[in-house]
Protein backbone atom coordinates (compact mmCIF):
# COMPACT_ATOMS: atom_id res chain seq x y z
CA UNK A 1 0.00 0.00 0.00
CA UNK A 2 1.41 3.47 -1.04
CA UNK A 3 2.50 5.72 1.93
CA UNK A 4 0.15 8.62 0.56
CA UNK A 5 -2.72 6.20 1.22
CA UNK A 6 -1.82 5.55 4.76
CA UNK A 7 -1.86 9.12 5.30
CA UNK A 8 -5.14 9.61 3.63
CA UNK A 9 -6.18 7.13 5.93
CA UNK A 10 -4.70 8.91 9.31
CA UNK A 11 -6.29 12.56 7.67
CA UNK A 12 -9.90 10.54 7.83
CA UNK A 13 -9.49 9.59 11.06
CA UNK A 14 -8.06 12.56 12.87
CA UNK A 15 -10.03 15.10 11.23
CA UNK A 16 -13.12 12.96 12.38
CA UNK A 17 -12.03 13.12 16.17
CA UNK A 18 -15.47 14.27 18.16
CA UNK A 19 -16.36 16.16 20.77
CA UNK A 20 -16.23 13.72 23.32
CA UNK A 21 -12.70 12.69 22.93
CA UNK A 22 -11.52 16.30 23.12
CA UNK A 23 -10.86 17.99 26.40
CA UNK A 24 -9.23 21.32 27.07
CA UNK A 25 -9.16 23.91 29.70
CA UNK A 26 -7.67 27.06 30.52
CA UNK A 27 -6.24 26.22 34.03
CA UNK A 28 -4.58 23.03 33.04
CA UNK A 29 -0.67 22.83 32.59
CA UNK A 30 0.58 22.94 29.71
CA UNK A 31 1.75 18.92 30.33
CA UNK A 32 -1.72 18.18 31.04
CA UNK A 33 -2.84 19.90 27.76
CA UNK A 34 -0.43 17.61 25.86
CA UNK A 35 -2.19 14.29 27.16
CA UNK A 36 -5.21 15.15 27.14
CA UNK A 37 -4.55 15.60 23.10
CA UNK A 38 -2.49 12.83 22.77
CA UNK A 39 -5.50 10.74 24.57
CA UNK A 40 -7.98 12.38 22.05
CA UNK A 41 -6.02 11.16 19.22
CA UNK A 42 -5.17 7.64 20.41
CA UNK A 43 -9.12 7.00 20.82
CA UNK A 44 -9.94 8.41 17.48
CA UNK A 45 -7.98 5.65 16.32
CA UNK A 46 -8.70 3.26 18.00
CA UNK A 47 -12.67 3.91 17.00
CA UNK A 48 -11.63 3.78 14.01
CA UNK A 49 -9.67 0.36 13.89
CA UNK A 50 -12.84 -0.79 16.19
CA UNK A 51 -15.19 -0.57 12.77
CA UNK A 52 -12.19 -2.38 10.02
CA UNK A 53 -11.57 -6.13 9.57
CA UNK A 54 -7.80 -7.05 10.41
CA UNK A 55 -7.17 -7.71 6.52
CA UNK A 56 -7.33 -3.98 6.15
CA UNK A 57 -5.56 -3.29 8.85
CA UNK A 58 -2.85 -5.58 7.68
CA UNK A 59 -2.84 -4.50 4.72
CA UNK A 60 -2.34 -0.32 5.74
CA UNK A 61 0.10 -0.66 8.66
CA UNK A 62 2.03 -4.51 8.06
CA UNK A 63 5.82 -5.34 7.45
CA UNK A 64 6.88 -1.37 8.28
CA UNK A 65 9.46 -1.47 10.83
CA UNK A 66 8.71 1.61 12.80
CA UNK A 67 4.96 1.44 11.36
CA UNK A 68 3.02 4.23 9.89
CA UNK A 69 3.49 8.02 11.51
CA UNK A 70 1.32 10.90 10.46
CA UNK A 71 2.49 14.48 10.19
CA UNK A 72 1.97 16.76 12.55
CA UNK A 73 -1.31 18.68 12.65
CA UNK A 74 -1.98 21.54 14.50
CA UNK A 75 -4.87 21.17 17.44
CA UNK A 76 -7.74 23.44 16.27
CA UNK A 77 -7.21 27.06 15.62
CA UNK A 78 -3.74 27.03 18.65
CA UNK A 79 -0.60 26.97 16.72
CA UNK A 80 1.42 26.28 19.99
CA UNK A 81 -1.12 22.89 20.25
CA UNK A 82 0.01 19.55 17.77
CA UNK A 83 -0.41 15.97 17.58
CA UNK A 84 0.75 12.80 15.06
CA UNK A 85 -0.12 9.26 15.86
CA UNK A 86 1.77 6.34 14.99
CA UNK A 87 0.33 2.61 14.15
CA UNK A 88 1.99 -0.56 13.81
CA UNK A 89 1.71 -4.19 13.17
CA UNK A 90 3.68 -6.13 16.16
CA UNK A 91 4.12 -9.90 15.95
CA UNK A 92 3.31 -11.41 19.19
CA UNK A 93 4.23 -15.23 18.97
CA UNK A 94 2.52 -17.39 21.49
CA UNK A 95 3.99 -20.66 21.44
CA UNK A 96 7.60 -21.87 22.17
CA UNK A 97 8.93 -22.50 18.81
CA UNK A 98 8.11 -18.80 17.47
CA UNK A 99 5.93 -21.17 14.94
CA UNK A 100 2.05 -19.41 15.81
CA UNK A 101 1.76 -15.69 16.55
CA UNK A 102 -0.80 -13.08 16.00
CA UNK A 103 -0.66 -10.01 14.85
CA UNK A 104 -1.26 -6.82 17.16
CA UNK A 105 -1.78 -3.75 16.66
CA UNK A 106 0.15 -0.80 18.67
CA UNK A 107 -0.86 2.84 18.18
CA UNK A 108 1.07 5.44 20.00
CA UNK A 109 -0.21 8.74 19.65
CA UNK A 110 1.58 11.78 20.64
CA UNK A 111 0.25 15.64 21.59
CA UNK A 112 2.40 18.76 22.39
CA UNK A 113 1.57 21.71 23.91
CA UNK A 114 4.34 24.83 24.07
CA UNK A 115 7.24 22.56 25.07
CA UNK A 116 5.67 20.11 26.71
CA UNK A 117 5.00 16.30 24.78
CA UNK A 118 2.61 13.46 25.81
CA UNK A 119 2.69 10.54 24.57
CA UNK A 120 -0.45 7.59 25.01
CA UNK A 121 -0.16 3.59 23.76
CA UNK A 122 -3.15 1.66 23.08
CA UNK A 123 -2.38 -2.14 22.22
CA UNK A 124 -5.06 -3.65 20.17
CA UNK A 125 -5.48 -7.98 19.24
CA UNK A 126 -7.68 -9.40 17.08
CA UNK A 127 -11.08 -10.89 18.91
CA UNK A 128 -9.84 -13.95 17.60
CA UNK A 129 -7.65 -14.36 20.48
CA UNK A 130 -8.94 -15.00 24.15
CA UNK A 131 -6.64 -13.18 26.13
CA UNK A 132 -5.18 -15.84 28.81
CA UNK A 133 -5.19 -18.54 26.55
CA UNK A 134 -2.15 -19.90 24.43
CA UNK A 135 -3.69 -20.95 21.16
CA UNK A 136 -0.59 -23.36 20.36
CA UNK A 137 -3.10 -25.49 21.88
CA UNK A 138 -5.92 -26.59 19.14
CA UNK A 139 -8.02 -28.32 21.63
CA UNK A 140 -9.10 -26.97 25.44
CA UNK A 141 -10.94 -29.05 27.76
CA UNK A 142 -12.30 -29.08 31.23
CA UNK A 143 -12.13 -32.76 31.86
CA UNK A 144 -11.22 -35.01 29.55
CA UNK A 145 -9.59 -36.24 26.31
CA UNK A 146 -11.02 -38.67 23.86
CA UNK A 147 -8.89 -39.14 20.83
CA UNK A 148 -9.99 -42.43 18.99
CA UNK A 149 -8.24 -42.76 15.80
CA UNK A 150 -6.53 -40.83 12.84
CA UNK A 151 -6.65 -37.60 14.32
CA UNK A 152 -3.36 -34.79 13.23
CA UNK A 153 -3.14 -32.16 15.41
CA UNK A 154 -0.61 -29.44 14.62
CA UNK A 155 0.40 -28.04 17.92
CA UNK A 156 -0.96 -30.11 21.63
CA UNK A 157 -4.17 -29.70 23.82
CA UNK A 158 -4.87 -28.36 27.02
CA UNK A 159 -7.06 -29.76 29.79
CA UNK A 160 -7.55 -28.91 33.29
CA UNK A 161 -7.54 -32.24 35.55
CA UNK A 162 -8.59 -35.75 34.21
CA UNK A 163 -11.00 -37.40 36.87
CA UNK A 164 -10.33 -40.76 36.02
CA UNK A 165 -8.61 -43.19 33.89
CA UNK A 166 -11.80 -42.86 31.35
CA UNK A 167 -11.53 -39.24 30.54
CA UNK A 168 -8.06 -39.67 28.59
CA UNK A 169 -8.30 -42.26 25.51
CA UNK A 170 -5.30 -41.84 22.70
CA UNK A 171 -6.45 -44.02 19.98
CA UNK A 172 -4.28 -45.13 17.28
CA UNK A 173 -2.96 -42.81 14.31
CA UNK A 174 -2.97 -40.04 16.94
CA UNK A 175 -0.22 -37.48 16.13
CA UNK A 176 0.15 -34.59 18.50
CA UNK A 177 3.07 -32.02 16.75
CA UNK A 178 3.54 -29.68 19.67
CA UNK A 179 3.87 -29.11 23.81
CA UNK A 180 0.72 -30.09 25.63
CA UNK A 181 -0.82 -28.80 28.73
CA UNK A 182 -2.64 -30.40 32.09
CA UNK A 183 -3.72 -28.72 35.24
CA UNK A 184 -1.83 -29.25 38.57
CA UNK A 185 -3.70 -32.67 40.21
CA UNK A 186 -3.64 -34.75 37.36
CA UNK A 187 -2.33 -37.96 38.46
CA UNK A 188 0.86 -38.95 37.62
CA UNK A 189 0.26 -42.05 35.97
CA UNK A 190 -1.49 -40.41 33.31
CA UNK A 191 0.89 -37.87 32.72
CA UNK A 192 3.63 -41.09 32.91
CA UNK A 193 1.40 -42.09 29.93
CA UNK A 194 1.22 -39.41 27.79
CA UNK A 195 5.29 -39.06 27.96
CA UNK A 196 5.66 -42.67 27.16
CA UNK A 197 2.81 -42.37 23.92
CA UNK A 198 4.88 -41.84 20.80
CA UNK A 199 2.05 -40.03 18.93
CA UNK A 200 3.19 -37.04 21.24
CA UNK A 201 6.05 -35.36 19.57
CA UNK A 202 6.10 -32.06 22.22
CA UNK A 203 6.71 -32.13 25.87
CA UNK A 204 3.69 -32.71 28.71
CA UNK A 205 3.63 -29.46 31.09
CA UNK A 206 1.62 -28.72 33.86
CA UNK A 207 -0.45 -25.53 34.64
CA UNK A 208 -2.57 -23.92 36.99
CA UNK A 209 -5.97 -25.44 35.96
CA UNK A 210 -8.05 -22.71 34.64
CA UNK A 211 -11.98 -21.52 34.93
CA UNK A 212 -14.32 -21.25 32.26
CA UNK A 213 -17.66 -19.42 32.31
CA UNK A 214 -20.38 -19.67 29.28
CA UNK A 215 -21.35 -16.37 28.39
CA UNK A 216 -24.04 -14.87 29.56
CA UNK A 217 -27.67 -15.86 27.72
CA UNK A 218 -29.67 -12.48 27.19
CA UNK A 219 -33.28 -12.06 27.92
CA UNK A 220 -35.77 -12.05 25.83
CA UNK A 221 -36.27 -8.03 24.46
CA UNK A 222 -39.21 -6.04 25.48
CA UNK A 223 -40.92 -3.38 23.42
CA UNK A 224 -40.45 -4.42 20.18
CA UNK A 225 -44.52 -4.20 18.81
CA UNK A 226 -46.94 -5.77 18.56
CA UNK A 227 -46.60 -9.47 17.59
CA UNK A 228 -47.39 -10.82 14.08
CA UNK A 229 -47.49 -13.83 11.87
CA UNK A 230 -45.33 -13.45 8.42
CA UNK A 231 -45.87 -16.51 6.35
CA UNK A 232 -43.36 -16.00 2.70
CA UNK A 233 -43.94 -18.88 -0.05
CA UNK A 234 -43.80 -19.08 -4.07
CA UNK A 235 -41.21 -16.43 -4.72
CA UNK A 236 -43.09 -13.89 -1.93
CA UNK A 237 -40.52 -11.24 -0.67
CA UNK A 238 -41.18 -9.27 2.70
CA UNK A 239 -38.15 -6.54 4.10
CA UNK A 240 -37.92 -6.35 8.23
CA UNK A 241 -36.13 -2.89 8.21
CA UNK A 242 -37.31 -2.06 12.24
CA UNK A 243 -36.95 -3.79 15.25
CA UNK A 244 -39.75 -6.17 15.82
CA UNK A 245 -41.46 -8.91 17.80
CA UNK A 246 -43.55 -12.46 15.60
CA UNK A 247 -45.60 -14.73 16.98
CA UNK A 248 -43.62 -16.77 13.65
CA UNK A 249 -41.94 -16.23 10.66
CA UNK A 250 -42.34 -18.92 7.77
CA UNK A 251 -40.17 -18.60 5.09
CA UNK A 252 -40.84 -21.58 2.47
CA UNK A 253 -41.02 -22.50 -1.77
CA UNK A 254 -37.85 -19.86 -2.34
CA UNK A 255 -39.84 -17.34 -0.49
CA UNK A 256 -37.06 -14.17 0.68
CA UNK A 257 -37.29 -12.31 3.96
CA UNK A 258 -34.59 -9.38 3.68
CA UNK A 259 -33.74 -8.03 7.16
CA UNK A 260 -32.35 -4.46 6.66
CA UNK A 261 -29.93 -3.35 9.23
CA UNK A 262 -27.58 -0.54 9.36
CA UNK A 263 -25.46 0.98 12.23
CA UNK A 264 -27.94 0.70 15.26
CA UNK A 265 -28.07 -3.45 14.25
CA UNK A 266 -31.44 -4.82 14.55
CA UNK A 267 -33.36 -7.32 17.21
CA UNK A 268 -36.08 -9.60 15.78
CA UNK A 269 -38.20 -11.57 18.69
CA UNK A 270 -39.84 -14.41 17.58
CA UNK A 271 -42.14 -17.08 18.49
CA UNK A 272 -41.46 -20.10 15.57
CA UNK A 273 -38.96 -19.76 13.14
CA UNK A 274 -39.06 -21.87 9.95
CA UNK A 275 -36.77 -21.83 7.06
CA UNK A 276 -37.98 -25.06 4.45
CA UNK A 277 -37.89 -25.40 0.80
CA UNK A 278 -34.79 -22.89 -0.38
CA UNK A 279 -36.64 -20.27 1.72
CA UNK A 280 -33.63 -17.88 2.12
CA UNK A 281 -33.56 -15.29 4.98
CA UNK A 282 -30.84 -12.72 3.86
CA UNK A 283 -28.81 -9.44 5.54
CA UNK A 284 -28.77 -5.91 3.76
CA UNK A 285 -27.18 -3.01 4.47
CA UNK A 286 -29.76 -0.26 4.73
CA UNK A 287 -29.13 2.58 2.54
CA UNK A 288 -27.20 5.49 3.18
CA UNK A 289 -25.36 3.16 6.53
CA UNK A 290 -21.86 3.18 6.76
CA UNK A 291 -21.44 -0.06 8.06
CA UNK A 292 -23.98 -3.19 9.10
CA UNK A 293 -24.19 -3.98 12.46
CA UNK A 294 -25.17 -7.29 13.94
CA UNK A 295 -28.60 -8.61 13.66
CA UNK A 296 -29.82 -10.20 17.20
CA UNK A 297 -32.68 -12.82 17.06
CA UNK A 298 -34.10 -13.46 20.15
CA UNK A 299 -36.33 -17.36 19.60
CA UNK A 300 -38.27 -18.27 22.81
CA UNK A 301 -39.76 -21.36 21.15
CA UNK A 302 -39.03 -23.62 17.52
CA UNK A 303 -36.15 -22.81 15.08
CA UNK A 304 -36.55 -25.29 12.19
CA UNK A 305 -34.20 -24.96 9.22
CA UNK A 306 -34.11 -27.82 6.42
CA UNK A 307 -35.16 -28.51 2.91
CA UNK A 308 -32.33 -26.33 1.57
CA UNK A 309 -33.38 -23.46 3.51
CA UNK A 310 -30.27 -20.47 4.15
CA UNK A 311 -30.16 -17.83 6.85
CA UNK A 312 -28.05 -15.62 6.20
CA UNK A 313 -24.97 -15.21 3.65
CA UNK A 314 -21.56 -16.67 4.62
CA UNK A 315 -20.22 -13.03 3.67
CA UNK A 316 -22.33 -11.53 6.50
CA UNK A 317 -21.60 -14.60 8.97
CA UNK A 318 -20.09 -12.40 11.46
CA UNK A 319 -23.47 -10.03 11.18
CA UNK A 320 -26.12 -12.44 12.59
CA UNK A 321 -26.89 -14.79 15.98
CA UNK A 322 -30.15 -16.51 16.97
CA UNK A 323 -30.52 -16.75 20.52
CA UNK A 324 -32.28 -20.12 21.17
CA UNK A 325 -34.34 -20.46 24.11
CA UNK A 326 -36.64 -23.13 23.24
CA UNK A 327 -36.42 -26.92 24.27
CA UNK A 328 -36.35 -29.05 21.44
CA UNK A 329 -32.61 -30.35 19.94
CA UNK A 330 -31.75 -28.07 17.15
CA UNK A 331 -30.67 -30.39 13.91
CA UNK A 332 -30.88 -28.38 11.11
CA UNK A 333 -30.75 -29.99 7.34
CA UNK A 334 -30.71 -26.54 5.02
CA UNK A 335 -27.56 -23.74 6.38
CA UNK A 336 -27.18 -21.02 9.03
CA UNK A 337 -24.39 -18.76 8.16
CA UNK A 338 -24.00 -16.96 11.45
CA UNK A 339 -23.50 -18.18 15.19
CA UNK A 340 -26.38 -19.68 17.70
CA UNK A 341 -26.42 -19.75 21.09
CA UNK A 342 -28.64 -22.48 22.58
CA UNK A 343 -29.41 -22.02 26.59
CA UNK A 344 -30.39 -25.77 27.34
CA UNK A 345 -31.36 -27.40 24.16
CA UNK A 346 -29.07 -30.32 22.35
CA UNK A 347 -27.47 -29.50 18.93
CA UNK A 348 -27.36 -32.37 16.46
CA UNK A 349 -25.48 -31.64 13.25
CA UNK A 350 -25.93 -34.20 10.18
CA UNK A 351 -26.87 -33.28 7.13
CA UNK A 352 -26.68 -29.20 7.94
CA UNK A 353 -23.80 -26.46 8.05
CA UNK A 354 -23.22 -23.82 10.47
CA UNK A 355 -20.51 -21.10 9.64
CA UNK A 356 -20.19 -19.65 12.87
CA UNK A 357 -20.48 -19.77 16.28
CA UNK A 358 -22.17 -22.48 17.99
CA UNK A 359 -22.74 -22.69 21.96
CA UNK A 360 -24.38 -24.66 23.86
CA UNK A 361 -25.92 -25.09 27.41
CA UNK A 362 -26.70 -28.62 26.32
CA UNK A 363 -24.87 -31.36 24.69
CA UNK A 364 -23.41 -31.16 20.93
CA UNK A 365 -23.28 -33.81 18.45
CA UNK A 366 -21.74 -33.16 15.05
CA UNK A 367 -21.39 -36.09 12.39
CA UNK A 368 -20.68 -34.22 9.34
CA UNK A 369 -18.46 -31.70 7.65
CA UNK A 370 -17.85 -28.28 9.89
CA UNK A 371 -15.49 -26.19 7.82
CA UNK A 372 -17.14 -23.59 8.29
CA UNK A 373 -17.34 -23.67 12.35
CA UNK A 374 -15.12 -21.16 14.37
CA UNK A 375 -15.82 -21.92 17.74
CA UNK A 376 -17.54 -24.59 19.56
CA UNK A 377 -18.35 -23.85 23.18
CA UNK A 378 -20.61 -26.34 25.56
CA UNK A 379 -20.40 -26.72 29.23
CA UNK A 380 -21.40 -30.31 29.05
CA UNK A 381 -20.61 -32.86 25.92
CA UNK A 382 -19.49 -32.47 22.91
CA UNK A 383 -19.29 -36.08 20.87
CA UNK A 384 -18.83 -37.50 17.65
CA UNK A 385 -16.80 -35.21 15.70
CA UNK A 386 -15.44 -35.92 12.26
CA UNK A 387 -13.85 -34.24 9.51
CA UNK A 388 -13.41 -31.13 11.55
CA UNK A 389 -11.25 -28.22 10.30
CA UNK A 390 -10.22 -24.83 11.68
CA UNK A 391 -11.46 -25.43 14.63
CA UNK A 392 -11.24 -25.11 18.10
CA UNK A 393 -13.23 -27.31 20.98
CA UNK A 394 -13.83 -25.69 23.83
CA UNK A 395 -16.15 -27.54 26.59
CA UNK A 396 -16.94 -29.40 29.29
CA UNK A 397 -15.88 -33.07 27.64
CA UNK A 398 -15.44 -33.64 24.28
CA UNK A 399 -14.63 -37.02 22.10
CA UNK A 400 -13.05 -36.47 18.52
CA UNK A 401 -13.19 -38.79 15.72
CA UNK A 402 -11.50 -37.37 12.54
CA UNK A 403 -9.67 -37.78 9.61
CA UNK A 404 -9.00 -34.34 8.68
CA UNK A 405 -5.88 -32.05 10.19
CA UNK A 406 -6.69 -30.06 12.83
CA UNK A 407 -4.95 -26.42 12.05
CA UNK A 408 -3.85 -24.69 15.24
CA UNK A 409 -3.01 -21.17 14.05
CA UNK A 410 -6.02 -18.33 13.46
CA UNK A 411 -8.83 -19.74 14.37
CA UNK A 412 -11.03 -16.43 14.15
CA UNK A 413 -11.95 -16.84 17.70
CA UNK A 414 -13.55 -13.61 19.22
CA UNK A 415 -14.52 -14.18 22.55
CA UNK A 416 -14.14 -10.74 23.74
CA UNK A 417 -11.77 -10.26 27.16
CA UNK A 418 -13.46 -11.92 29.84
CA UNK A 419 -16.68 -10.69 30.53
CA UNK A 420 -17.77 -13.53 27.78
CA UNK A 421 -20.63 -11.98 26.35
CA UNK A 422 -21.78 -13.39 23.05
CA UNK A 423 -22.33 -10.07 21.86
CA UNK A 424 -18.30 -10.00 21.96
CA UNK A 425 -17.79 -13.25 19.48
CA UNK A 426 -19.53 -11.36 16.58
CA UNK A 427 -18.81 -8.00 17.27
CA UNK A 428 -16.04 -5.88 15.18
CA UNK A 429 -12.43 -7.29 14.74
CA UNK A 430 -10.01 -6.16 17.18
CA UNK A 431 -10.32 -5.20 21.06
CA UNK A 432 -8.12 -2.67 22.67
CA UNK A 433 -7.44 -0.94 26.16
CA UNK A 434 -5.06 1.73 26.91
CA UNK A 435 -2.02 0.30 28.50
CA UNK A 436 0.47 3.43 29.07
CA UNK A 437 0.45 6.71 29.05
CA UNK A 438 4.28 8.80 29.52
CA UNK A 439 4.77 12.16 29.89
CA UNK A 440 7.85 13.52 27.95
CA UNK A 441 9.97 16.84 28.98
Not at 8 to 15: C, E, G, K, N, S
Not at 128 to 152: C, S, T
Not at 227 to 245: C, E, G, H, P, R
Request: negative net charge.
Amino acid sequence: MSVLMALTVFATVLTSMTVSHIRQTVNDSARTEAYYIAHSVAISMRDWVEKENVSTIENYFDNIDDGRWSQWHSFGRDTDKEYRVNAKIVKKFINGDGSYFRKDLRITAEGRAGEQTSQVMVEMIPKRYIPGIDFGQAIIALHGLNLKENVEIDSGFKFNTIANKDNLTIGSGIKVGGDSYVGEGTADSFIKALLENNSIKGEVKTIIPSSYIMPAFPQMPEGLGENKDLTLSDNQQAVISNDSSYNQIVVNDNGELIVKVGEEGRAILVNNLVVHDNGRIKLEKKVGANTMRVVKVYLENQLDINDSGVIGQFDNKDNLIIYYAGSETFSPEGDLNGSIYSNSADILLLAGNIAGNIISGGNITVKGSMSGVKIIYATSLVSSIRLLANMVLYCGEYMIMSRKRIMAIYFNLTLERQAYYLEGLIRGNMIGKMIRKLALN
